[in-house]
């Protein structure tokens, strides 16, 4: 299926802003080793339950936890380390960042079960599994697709993101950053 042109809207228009507050969970471990784009899973329960399939833009908030570090198994057996956050900098925390959101079954890999992935558009250095995430979804970027080549996949996400970049930078959707 080619890709649908997006159409923004000039405002945050219903039903839309759409809250989330979740902690950052195990996903497949793909978003950075396999894609080279991160990704923050979380709770489809935590407020993201009434979205449709699709991907979405909006502004996300990261927190810390106090939790001591710890390890974790995947379902693929691989370990990760929960560290809650603490690694993070100060300007990685507690403020604004802009978010794409895919909501749905990658139906590249295949998956059975429907998943909600953060892409914060920001380089962060370190994990930081078991963060507290809280966000504004403000709008709808396109419907999930499927892909025949990993490299169309990768070129579609860089499009998402530049079209939330875009967006996020006007104004009707900026003056959102303090809500989050």
């Not at 890709?3 to 195990?26: G, L, N, W």
């Not at 502004?59 to 379902?75: F, I, Y």
């Not at 558009?121 to 396109?142: D, E, T, W």
Request: glycine content about 8%; aromatic content about 10%.
């Amino acid at each position: 299926m080619p890709r649908p042109e997006t159409v923004v809207p000039d405002q945050v228009a219903a039903p839309y802003p759409v809250a989330f507050d979740s902690s950052i969970v195990c996903g497949f471990g793909r978003g950075s080793s396999e894609l080279g784009i991160p990704t923050a899973n979380v709770n489809l329960n935590d407020g993201l339950n009434q979205l449709d399939v699709g991907i979405y833009y909006g502004w996300c908030r990261l927190t810390k936890v106090d939790h001591p570090e710890c390890q974790v198994k995947r379902d693929d057996g691989n370990t990760v380390s929960f560290n809650y956050g603490n690694d993070l900098a100060a300007d990685e925390v507690d403020q604004a960042l802009p978010m794409v959101m895919s909501i749905g079954y990658n139906p590249y890999y295949n998956n059975q079960e429907k998943t909600a992935e953060v892409h914060i558009i920001h380089k962060f250095p370190h994990n930081f599994y078991g963060a507290r995430i809280q966000g504004l979804v403000l709008g709808y970027i396109r419907p999930e697709l499927d892909y025949t080549t990993k490299e169309a996949l990768i070129k579609d996400i860089n499009t998402d993101i530049t079209i939330a970049q875009e967006v996020l930078a006007r104004e009707p959707y900026l003056e959102y950053r303090t809500s989050v």
